[in-house]
């Protein structure tokens, strides 16, 4: 059986929102709002990039670190956390960015909106047995 290849996969999903104006039009993510985020990594300090789906909160994105319902963080959360300057490409357009982990404070709210515009988040924490961490993203211009 041939190994998954998470490169080809990215790079084909990318390649299938810039020909459709932002829409990812196949596959499993079809219809689902999708954003690139790139960033630099916290250990390695090399550019890294996560496709996430997104909720917005005003002209804020909103992004939940769920890895797919794994117990584990995944390394983009803490690579924003460690570098909060990043890029977004969405719609087709790139922008600078700043992303920050949301504060527990206003985590529920934000939370209950997330899972409202994205209802198949809802059962992420119960799966994987931990606080999912939100991070709102703010572009530039």
């Known amino acids: 059986m041939a190994e998954w290849d998470r490169d080809a996969f990215e790079n084909a ?10 829409a990812v039009t196949q596959g499993p993510l079809a219809g689902h709002p999708i954003l690139v985020l790139s960033m630099t990594g ?9 496709l996430l789906t997104y ?6 994105y909103v992004v939940a670190g ?18 909060p300057d990043v890029r977004i490409e969405v719609a087709n357009g790139q922008r600078p960015a ?4 949301v ?13 409202e ?4 988040f809802a059962g992420y924490p119960e799966q994987a047995k931990r606080v999912i961490p939100l991070v709102r993203i703010r572009a530039e211009g």
């Open 13 to 22: 999903l990318i390649d299938d929102m810039r020909a459709h104006d932002g």
């Open 42 to 50: 916290a250990k390695s300090g090399k550019d890294r990039r996560a």
């Open 55 to 60: 909720s917005k909160d005003g002209d804020d």
């Open 66 to 83: 769920t890895a797919g319902g794994s117990p584990t963080t995944p390394a983009w959360v803490h690579n924003v956390e460690a570098n």
């Open 98 to 101: 700043t992303a920050t982990l």
């Open 103 to 115: 504060p527990e404070a206003e985590r529920p709210a934000l939370w209950e909106r997330h899972i």
């Open 117 to 120: 515009a994205l209802p198949h």
